[in-house]
């Protein structure tokens, strides 16, 4: 959407053979050199990552995921290891923990099925299925159910039209629809809702949000608080802040997650690895402006260690 910024560019004098040689000697003999680590994996792009993580099996017939296993602990080995991952791969298998076992992590399914494009939402789908042999979308019709179900089946379509027109008519008649099937009258018609907000292009909502705001003489969000509970709620807010600004969600998101008591540091690694190539500064920028502190002042209270040195590093 616009004009976004990322943290993370392909470095300009890329050696790959320096990298791997260098990561090599911060695993040998006593203790682990974690800023070398910290200060190769922090400043290449994911294709340059990959290229490493490829170039040093070819060499030293090691897997590097596995060497670094060895080295690292906790929530620094946890960011290093998603970021020899690409952003796919890595959303694959988010998506995977997230089902696996008891209970659903439904947060993250929210998360990374709202606010990815029809382009992600494929490429997640295909990786998916090669890393588990597992269909996703049979996955998630097993592990949720109802309206919920519903919305996140038709997201993983991935049929949102992505182009930038408006049509006010479509606007108009969209936001009297949803104000029909919520607000006016008894009981919710959440197809209705699902089919506008997974469909339409964002500035198409936001024009229909803005038209309804006129109609119902209250925000979006509001009415579907009144109208929707639980993940179906989360679902449709998601969406509508994704359609606003798609930059100030993952802000907001990253809030949560160092908010209260702890740290939710698998959000922080998901986020800022994740966007740290398509529009972190930009979630930076939106994040001081929304929350009066620098992010990487909130990071740097909240994380300790070389998981914060490694953070702190991606943001820049």
């Known amino acids: 959407m616009g004009n976004v910024q990322p943290t993370i560019v392909a470095y300009p004098d890329f050696d790959v053979l320096a990298d791997i040689k260098a990561i090599r000697k911060a695993c040998k003999g006593l203790g682990t050199d974690e800023e070398a680590i910290i200060n190769i994996l922090a400043n290449r792009s994911c294709p340059q990552r990959l290229e490493i993580k490829q170039a040093y099996f070819d060499k030293y017939d090691d897997e590097l995921v596995e060497v670094l296993k060895k080295e ?110 919520g607000e006016g009258r008894f009981g919710t018609d959440e197809s209705v809702f699902t089919t506008i907000l997974v469909k339409r292009n964002y500035m198409q909502l936001q024009a229909t949000f803005k038209i309804y705001e006129q109609l119902a003489d209250s925000d979006i969000k509001d009415a579907i608080k009144n109208e929707a509970s639980g993940t179906l709620q989360k679902c449709y807010i998601t969406i509508v802040r994704c359609a606003k600004n798609l930059q100030l969600y993952f802000a907001r998101r990253l809030q949560h997650g160092m908010k209260g008591i702890g740290t939710d540091e698998d959000t922080l690694i998901r986020i800022i690895v994740g966007r740290a190539e398509i529009d972190l500064e930009t979630i930076k920028d939106m994040y001081s402006e929304k929350y009066d502190v620098p992010l990487k002042e909130a990071v740097s209270s909240e994380c300790g260690g070389d998981f914060k040195r490694m953070l702190l590093a991606i943001l820049h």
Do not use: H, W
């Open 72 to 181: 690292l602990s906790g929530s620094f080995e946890k960011v290093v290891i998603a970021l020899l991952d690409s952003p796919t791969v890595f959303d694959a298998k988010e998506l995977r923990k997230a089902m696996k076992g008891a209970g659903t992590d439904e947060d993250i399914l929210v998360e990374i099925l709202c606010s990815r494009s029809n382009e992600e939402i494929c490429a997640v789908k295909q990786a998916y299925n090669e890393l588990f042999e597992r269909d996703l979308e049979e996955d998630i019709a097993g592990d949720t159910s109802g309206d919920v179900r519903n919305l996140l089946l038709t997201l993983l379509q991935a049929q949102r039209d992505e182009g930038f027109e408006v049509d006010e008519e479509q606007a108009e008649a969209d936001a009297t629809e949803l104000f029909e099937a």
